[in-house]
């Protein structure tokens, strides 16, 4: 029996998806920026797709920007902010449990005269709002927080932190990969003003995201070229992907709120807890975390064995063997989870498809694995 519990990794791509983008497949098939019979109907499914991610983010069509997945959403936050500025010594904030796609273009940044402060986290996995506010500098150009941790899944104080960068005149992007679509993601309640969503993390396909860029905010584009994206990104138009993407996030609006994965996974954890009783830990926060996202630890074993053990079970770990030595995630150091902890650790991500079925016979394999 293969159970698949990595939905933080990635999603199947919905029928309903699926049908729309089938539907784009037969037509329309003109260039979206042209002028004439073909492209009219390119464009106006561009457009659609737009209003529907932006009826999820709950932002203007304008404000979104089409992108090839989060990764070029989170540099283009990054980076577009970083040369629009063009300040002599820009100061970036972000932590130390972020995604690589936005650590990396930190470090790329330093390297062309940027000063990166790394918040560090509690145990929990969350940023003090106050900690953040003390490393506001006048130089501060931008803070980069993300909303909820991908291995973890706690989630970020994003209302509080949105304050402190309002009250300082500072830009705030949020990298919402692992939260589009699980918990509420409007835009105006978080308060930023750049957010990031990758489509293949809420059963969209993979190859296409999304940047909300806050009416107002201007960013250098990564990609130069024609006027596409308002400007903001150059490239024709993938509509069979962007069609994909809106379809997913039309979609989403049915699942939030949805307490079913939540009970599942509280399910999951109460199992956990009386089969291995003081031989099982949470890694994240109890509560403010995501409703899908099971983190756990089994001290004193190794994620990996475990995981390999559980033939047919897909998950994720939160180390890594390298010659024989056991390296702890960044997320799972910057939490200070200790090495004989963390090196045990597994993250159980469930997804739509998951059922009470497939959560006991994972428990019963792991009681067979580690009794």
Not at 78 to 100: N, S, Y
Request: glycine residues 10%.
């Amino acid at each position: 029996m293969r159970i698949y519990l990595d939905f933080n990794a990635s999603t199947p791509v919905a029928p309903e998806v699926a049908g729309a983008m089938q539907a784009v497949l037969e037509a329309p098939f003109g260039n979206p920026s042209s002028d004439h019979w073909a492209g009219k109907p390119a464009r106006d499914a561009v457009q659609k797709a737009r209003t529907q991610v932006a009826g999820l983010l709950g932002c203007d069509a304008g404000e979104v920007v089409f992108t090839s997945g989060g990764s070029e959403a989170n540099n283009h936050a990054l980076k577009g902010i970083f040369f629009a500025k063009a300040t002599a010594h820009p100061h970036i904030i972000t932590t130390q449990v972020e995604h690589p796609a936005v650590i990396n273009p930190c470090r790329f940044l330093e390297r062309l005269g940027a000063k990166v402060t790394y918040l560090p986290v509690d145990a929990l996995g969350r940023v003090d709002p106050e900690e953040l506010r003390r490393a506001v500098t006048p130089a501060t150009i931008l803070i980069s927080v993300m909303h909820a941790n991908n291995e973890v899944g706690t989630i970020q104080p994003i209302a509080d932190i949105s304050r402190i960068a309002r009250e300082h005149g500072i830009v705030f992007h949020t990298d919402a990969a692992q939260s589009v679509g699980k918990i509420p993601t409007k835009v105006r309640e978080l308060g930023v003003d750049l957010l990031s969503v990758a489509g293949h993390k809420l059963y969209g396909p993979k190859g296409v995201g999304a940047l909300y860029v806050r009416a107002g905010i201007q960013l250098e584009p990564l990609i130069h070229g024609a006027g596409h994206e308002s400007g903001r990104r150059a490239g024709t138009e993938n509509v069979l992907l962007d069609v994909g993407l809106g379809a997913a996030c039309e979609l989403a609006h049915s699942w939030i709120g949805r307490r079913s994965i939540q009970e599942l996974r509280d399910l999951f954890w109460r199992q956990l807890t009386e089969e291995f009783d003081g031989d099982v830990a949470l890694n994240g926060h109890p509560t403010d975390r995501l409703p899908n996202t099971l983190s756990v630890s089994f001290p004193g074993k190794v994620g990996t064995e475990i995981l390999h053990a559980l033939d047919g079970v897909a998950a994720s770990t939160g180390s890594a063997c390298h010659s024989g030595s056991i390296e702890l995630s960044p997320v799972l150091k910057a939490m200070r989870i200790p090495p004989e902890t963390g090196m045990g650790a597994i993250r159980f991500s469930l997804g739509r498809t998951t059922t009470q079925e497939e959560i006991e016979a994972v428990v019963k394999r792991l009681k067979a694995i580690l009794d």
